[in-house]
């Protein structure tokens, strides 16, 4: 044995607690046991929480476009130049990044 195998850390589950009922086999027993209706009101319960989370991570990314923008516009003014749109391209993408 290795004395390195020691200071490798072990593989964590890649599966969800939040969303265990969607993956792997366990989604298709139960859903063999639980009525329909009741697995689409815990589907449309589950999309409801994401189209939040969604919507609230478009809002801070608008946001941060928004100050983005205005520390350029900031910048252009104290050098007292005007930046050509594919330099403010590029450093809006290496932002993103």
């Given at each position: 044995?290795?004395?390195?195998r020691y200071?490798?850390?072990?593989?964590?589950?890649?599966?969800?607690?939040?969303?265990?009922?969607?993956?792997?086999?366990?989604?298709?027993?139960l859903r063999a046991f639980?009525p329909?209706?009741?697995?689409?009101?815990?589907?449309?319960?589950?999309?409801k929480?994401?189209?939040?989370?969604l919507?609230?991570l478009k809002?801070q990314?608008?946001e941060?476009?928004?100050?983005?923008?205005?520390i350029?516009?900031?910048?252009e003014?104290?050098?007292?130049?005007s930046f050509?749109?594919k330099?403010?391209?590029?450093?809006?993408?290496?932002?993103?990044?």
């Amino acid at each position: 044995m290795s004395k390195w195998r020691y200071f490798v850390s072990k593989k964590k589950s890649y599966m969800n607690i939040n969303n265990i009922l969607s993956e792997g086999i366990l989604d298709t027993i139960l859903r063999a046991f639980i009525p329909k209706d009741i697995q689409d009101k815990t589907n449309k319960a589950y999309i409801k929480i994401k189209e939040k989370e969604l919507q609230k991570l478009k809002k801070q990314k608008k946001e941060s476009d928004e100050r983005l923008e205005n520390i350029l516009d900031d910048l252009e003014k104290q050098l007292e130049k005007s930046f050509p749109g594919k330099y403010k391209a590029q450093i809006r993408k290496k932002v993103e990044q």
